[in-house]
């Protein structure tokens, strides 16, 4: 796997319908043995003119870590990186302290934990499964922060499946609103459950845009049906809407146009 750098992204203007589904069959896709990676935008290896990022959302990656491995010692700089894991977990360590023994932050995530590294003026981290027997299934997501060069820091913080069930609960966003954790970003992402009769919807306000990843199960957003790994951008609308999930996790990030 080749190295990639932040500053390699360049931004694309992404036009067109105010509603624009991605399939899941559609992202890039790379298999490395130990590592077996989706990519929702361009990432890598994975190139594709019309998908490098929308707003300031630049990478969406769904992995797989196969038991006993992971990511080596590596480094980043101004941006703000996102890890939601979803089976297994994924043990980090930096350059901050955070994952030595002894440290306030135990590095280790599991499901319903979501990870926040701001890497600023830059940071050398690694990630890693230790698990002999289970895969780590994770998100790993990037969003382009709004100020650079900025003191790196990290956070860590569980939120209970309950708090996702049938509505849509803020992980992130820029002010640490209603317990979510801050980033250096226009931006907020949440994350909700959806079964049956549940459903829930999110206003946009003016100058705001969406991007509707949908992780597993089957549900509905704004009339358009989506299965797992589907994705919906949406532009020019009033508010996302979700209904008819069936075993559906999925992330929403409201984001400036």
Not at 96 to 111: D, K, L, Q, T, Y
Request: hydrophobic share 35%; glycine share 12%; aromatic share 8%.
């Amino acid at each position: 796997m080749q190295p990639f750098q932040e500053q390699d992204f360049y931004s694309s203007g992404i036009g067109g319908n105010m509603l624009e589904l991605i399939k899941s069959c559609d992202r890039g896709y790379a298999d490395h043995g130990w590592l077996k990676s989706f990519h929702s935008f361009s990432f890598a290896n994975y190139l594709n003119p019309q998908r490098m990022g929308f707003g300031a959302l630049r990478v969406i990656n769904e992995d797989r870590i196969a038991p006993g491995t992971g990511f080596g010692v590596h480094g980043h700089r101004d941006m703000e990186i996102i890890s939601y894991v979803l089976e297994g977990e994924l043990a980090h360590r930096d350059s901050m302290g955070n994952g030595e023994p002894g440290s306030a932050e135990s590095g280790v995530i599991r499901p319903g934990d979501v990870q926040r590294m701001s890497a600023g003026t830059g940071v050398m981290h690694s990630e890693y499964n230790h698990a002999q027997d289970q895969t780590t299934h994770f998100l790993q997501i990037w969003i382009q922060p709004n100020r650079m060069g900025v003191k790196p820091r990290y956070a860590q913080q569980h939120f209970e499946a309950s708090t996702k069930r049938g509505r849509l609960a803020l992980l992130v966003s820029p002010d640490g609103a209603d317990g979510s954790i801050d980033i250096h970003a226009n931006a907020r992402l949440y994350a909700g459950l959806f079964d049956g009769d549940e459903q829930a919807s999110l206003p946009l306000q003016a100058g705001r845009q969406a991007y509707v990843h949908l992780i597993r199960g089957e549900a509905t957003v704004n009339g358009q049906a989506l299965k797992g790994g589907d994705a919906l951008q949406l532009t020019d609308e009033a508010t996302v809407q979700i209904s008819q999930g069936q075993g559906a996790e999925l992330l929403v990030f409201d984001l400036e146009a």
